[in-house]
């Protein structure tokens, strides 16, 4: 099973998919490529694949991502080897953006779709610049891709709003746990408990 998160930049989804690996057993996490440069807290291989553009282009040429996007001036993009490898372990997550998101559910109609919310623009807005990673411009820039990234939310099979970050991971870590708890999904594992019923010779 594939879940996908997405929502604005700032909205916490990473913070949230990091919480939900950590408590949820048999769920993968899908680590994209991107051109941007790596950051001090994070790690190649775990949270990215750090790449230059052009090998970048090279992977777009050769059709080895299943999802692809430029966002705020980086491009960042799921790879086919990626999910092939992550999704033979177990249930696989992936935190991607609005735009890759789209791509995915085109192509994999059965996957679970999750969309995260901030409670409000103002809080959103603060969040941004309390990262004091970006200058004024940069922080703008993410806001008003922001306002036209939250008109898909309608297209998502959920909808969290990280108003609280405990609630938020408690309510997607439900989701994840529901999902594999739907009849098609356990389809296999009830037919040889049912069967178990009719083979039982004599009984009570």
């Excluded at 960042?76 to 080897?81: F, L, M, V």
């Excluded at 200058?135 to 709003?161: G, M, N, P, T, W």
């Excluded at 739907?182 to 010779?201: D, G």
Aim: proline fraction near 2%; glycine fraction near 6%.
């Amino acid at each position: 099973m594939i879940f996908v998160i997405t929502g604005p930049s700032g909205c916490g989804k990473s913070t949230l998919a990091g919480l939900v690996l950590h408590k949820v057993a048999n769920l993968e996490f899908s680590v994209s490529h991107t051109t941007r440069i790596k950051r001090d807290s994070e790690e190649e291989g775990r949270d990215y694949y750090f790449v230059p553009g052009k090998e970048f282009e090279k992977m777009i040429k050769e059709k080895k991502f299943v999802e692809w996007a430029e966002v705020h001036g980086h491009c960042y993009g799921t790879s086919r080897k990626e999910l092939e490898k992550k999704g033979a372990l177990g249930d696989l997550l992936l935190d991607i953006d609005v735009q890759g998101a789209q791509q995915i559910k085109e192509k994999y109609k059965k996957a679970v779709f999750i969309f995260i919310l901030p409670p409000s623009f103002a809080e959103l807005k603060r969040r941004l610049q309390a990262r004091g990673q970006e200058s004024s411009a940069s922080v703008q820039k993410r806001l008003d891709v922001a306002k036209k990234e939250i008109r898909h939310y309608s297209q998502f099979d959920f909808l969290v709003v990280n108003d609280n970050l405990d609630k938020a991971a408690a309510e997607l870590e439900s989701i994840v746990v529901s999902t594999r708890c739907r009849l098609k999904v356990r389809q296999k594992e009830v037919l040889p408990i049912l069967r178990s019923f009719y083979e039982e010779k004599g009984g009570a």
